[in-house]
């Protein structure tokens, strides 16, 4: 497919809007205050956005392949060229971003309106605020022309994760999720900022267009380059959820379901496979960071998986499933296959988000997110239809996206001969589509446990949104089925049929489970043993991390305290101590009597004088 | 008579004046000594100003000796405060100053 190019300046727009509308309502007291308006600046803006965004779309252009599609300005100037340069760069992969992230954006916001009609009226301001600081922070993301900009609305998007999951902050677990969230996602950036500082020393540019030009060319010190690319991808693995830095997102889910939708699912975690897919041409020249990628990506996916069919609550589910997913998606990266990634995240993007806010509406329902505690909405399709169709488009049932993706990054990690990763997806393949049928039968087909609590009038704004995201899904996968010729990776022939039969399985094994109820869940569990029990406490990794914040940081903290505390200001209050005594002594001195002080005068004087005739002498 | 003479007869009047300093508890008595310091400084400037036939000498000792009464009302002026004040003069109770 040839490459192309849009316009510099409607992408300025789509990046202008949001960040106005965040200025608007940051500093304009009146307008934070009132929901409604301040819902009708964001919303409008977001809007804007997309529709400029659509139109970027439309009016793309050809570009040669020699053609760079970054338009960048000088920002730290120095002799010989600018150090830094900010810009952006609208080629084929950030224009699908634009469109995924604005259009997400708009439904979220607009189905939030709905979702938190409850909360107080003058708090609705601040959440539609981070909303719009979210979006602009996210576009600019995509947009980056280069890795120092990319890093600065990294962290941006960051800090909207922290301020958006905290924004109930008055839940100690919400705030505790919140601060666990940004620490943990440092962790990983502390690699990224060292990568890119150590590729700029390596190559003396930051620029994405330059770096691929020079590893097209061969310019580029390929023996330095593997460690770099491994810290660079170290980021990636904290913002996209991988092993081992996963245990931050289930956390988040204490943040607004919305929220949730948004950046936990369809957006900012995928910034880390876009980071790999966007920094490709460089990872392509790392073989053995490729593979390691690819290897996590496995590994978190099988893991997540696992995780997610002993879970209860039915958005840490679809949390652990996201994790399992971007998995999915670094392991096509690590693969050598990122276009099929790359389509995994955006089709992932719609699906998951429609996913959210469906869990969204049974949560508004049942006043709880325990899927044991949900059921009978079987008379409710308005409900359930939506949902089923994003759990079958996550389990990968033809005609939908997911389908076709999943297809697409099993045939390249195929491909790669990379066999345990293929064996470890397929298996999380079969256990996604267990996972997300025991969810469904669960939570709407079960039968209700206590009808007298739910309140089964839906917003149709929610349901709408559900709705038109339903079709979304489903046109992607029409459009996929019937007028995409080609593939990027072909896999062999039995591929189609291995991914139709686990699918299937672990449809037909949930609803034997949970709905007929013919195997009892508790016998699968006690002969899987040691695997479910440890899966239920997460294999220990929360634990992990908690005992060695408190043996680690704690113990060092407690150390450093000590030194300060009587090492430092010890050696500090003696000498202030000896002062006070000396000047204690010395006080003795001062007699106050005019005819002493004469004395010192006089004797002072006769000292000078003898000392001047010795020396003279 | 040598100039020996002159600086003997200053030295004695200054230590004389230092003692008086020194030693009295009467703070006129302080004053009285401060002016005995300075004429030994006066009979030494005039007496080299003498010796070295310069003029200058003289002319700084009638400017010493202006400065003299000057110092002394201002001293005197200052000693009657404080006896207003302290309702005593002796050296000895002036002690504000102690540390």
Redesign the interface.
Known sequence: MMPRVGSPTLALIVLGLPLLSFLLLAVVRPLRRSAPAAALVSIAAIAGALATAVVTLLGAGPRGLMQSPSVTWSWIPADGGPMATVGVMVDDLSMAMLLLVTLVSLLVQVYSWAYLHDEPRTSLGRYYAYHSLFAFSMLGLVLSPTFLQMFIFWELVGLCSYLLIGYWYDRPSAARAAVKAFWITKLGDLGFVAGIVMLWAATGTFDFWTLFHMGSTGALPVDSLPPIMFLIYLGAVGKSAQFPLHVWLPDAMEGPTPVSALIHAATMVTAGVFLVTRAFPLFRLTPDVLTLIAWVGAFTALLAASMACVEGDIKRVLAYSTISQLGYMMAAAGAANPEAGFMHLITHGVFKALLFLGAGIVIHVFHTNDVFRMGGLRGHPVIWLPFVVGTLALAGVPPLPGFFTKEAILAGVFEAHLRVPFAMLAITAFLTAFYMFRVVFMAFFARPHHAGHAHHHVPSLMTGVCWLLAALTLAMGLRRAFFSGHHEAEGPAWLLGLSLVLAGTGIGLAWAMYQRRAIDPARVAGALGAIGWMARRRYGLDALYAGLYRVVLLGVSRLVGWVDRYLVDGVLNVLSAWTLRAGER??????????DY??GV?LGALLLFVLAQWRLR | MPLGAYLTLAALVFAIG?FG??TRRNAVG?LLGIELMLNAVNINLVAFGRFHADLAGVIFTLFTISITVAEVAVGLAIVIVIFRVRRTVD??S??????
Do not use: E, F, N, S
């Open positions: 010395m006080r003795r001195l001062q007699t106050g009597l005019p005819q004469v004395y006089a | 230092l300093v020194l302080i050296a000895d002036l002690d504000l100053l102690r540390g």
